[in-house]
């Protein structure tokens, strides 16, 4: 079974990472998408509702799984069976990033392989840092993110 994990802060989901996954999808047998979870760097949302959109999200696509992990990527795709690990990239600056964490993690990892995605030309000005800016601002979001999240901040925040 081809297991892929598809690692982020997810702080929170929007249209490009939905596209990711979309597109990841034939490729593999099932797709966990994990919320890292990273104590030196303060999320806007908690875990908790990270997960909650997620499962939200992907609640139509019975080969997308949900998780979240503390620690190395590559431990958690070890525990997983995940030979495979998925990555964005938006741009060079993703580029010169992710090369050297899939480096690293070639080497610190079991036999684990990233696969990159180039983001869609309408996906790859999203970023979560700037839906966070624009919900702290009080803007609209809807143009970046799924419509089950938007409702929910325009209900809840
Ligand atoms: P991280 O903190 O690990 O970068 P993110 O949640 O910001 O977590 O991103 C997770 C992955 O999704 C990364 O590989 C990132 O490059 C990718 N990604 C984020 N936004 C987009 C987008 N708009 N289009 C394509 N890939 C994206």
Redesign the pocket.
Known sequence: MNIAVF?????PI?T??V??VRRALPLFDKIIVAV?VNNQKQALFSLEKRLDWLRDVFREMPKVEISYFEGLTVKFCEQQNARFLI????NAS?FDY?KTISQLNTIIGNNVETIFLI?QPE??H???TIVREIIKGKGNVAPFVPAIISDDLNKNY
């Open positions: 690692p982020g802060s997810f702080d929007t490009g990472h596209d990711i890292g990555r964005g990239l938006r993703d992710e983001s996906y790859s999203i970023s979560s």
